[in-house]
Structure formats: structure tokens, C-alpha cells
């Protein structure tokens, strides 16, 4: 169940958490890593050949997604794998989507 933002008391630090999710979903192709790691973990090489983009690049948005707790990391070897670790993110992601729908 969401809450209503003026029946719920923020505290600042809690106002800018929530100011953070949105800046991270504001980028295109972090919607487009999120999306890709909704259906399981992947490595960053297979990240790099569905997006089409340079690895330089996907490593930047995956250490922010890290950095905010979104997303998390396991090494095997040399590689490294990525997958969710805050879900709910696609509630919210689900929420604006459907309203684009309606």
C-alpha cells in the first residue's frame, strides 16, 4: 500500500532518499539496466551486448545503482555479476508506467 505523501510525516533525511530514487530513475539507461536485471542476474559483459552501449559506460550507471543500494554485486573470477537487491523499485517504475498507459 502506498502512502500519501501529506498523510505521512518526511523527515529531511528520508525527503532526500526519496529525491535520490527519482534522480537514479531519471536516466534512460539505468531504466534500461533495471529493466534488463528484472529478469535475473547478469554479468556486465552481457549487460553491455543487450544495451549496445560501451562498457565504460554500463560500469558508471552499475556502480550508481550500486552506490544507492539498487542493485548489487558478485565476482566469479573476473567477472562480475549483477541483480537487484531493492525490488521495490519496480513498484514505482510499474506505478508511472501504468499511468503513461492510462
Not at 560500469?59 to 521495490?88: D, M
Request: hydrophobic share 35%; aromatic share 6%; proline share 3%.
Amino acid at each position: 500500500v502506498m502512502n500519501d505523501l501529506t498523510s505521512q510525516k518526511f523527515d529531511q533525511e528520508q525527503l532526500e532518499q526519496l529525491a535520490e530514487y527519482f534522480r537514479l530513475l531519471g536516466d534512460p539507461m539505468r531504466l534500461k539496466i533495471l529493466h534488463l536485471l528484472r529478469g535475473g542476474e547478469m554479468s556486465v559483459n552481457e549487460i553491455v551486448e543487450k544495451t549496445e552501449s560501451s562498457q565504460p559506460n554500463i560500469s558508471k550507471h552499475l556502480s550508481i545503482l550500486r552506490t544507492s543500494n539498487v542493485v548489487k554485486r558478485r565476482k566469479e573470477g573476473t567477472c562480475a555479476f549483477f541483480s537487484i537487491s531493492a525490488p521495490f523499485i519496480f513498484t514505482l517504475c510499474d506505478t508511472v508506467c501504468h499511468s503513461l498507459d492510462d
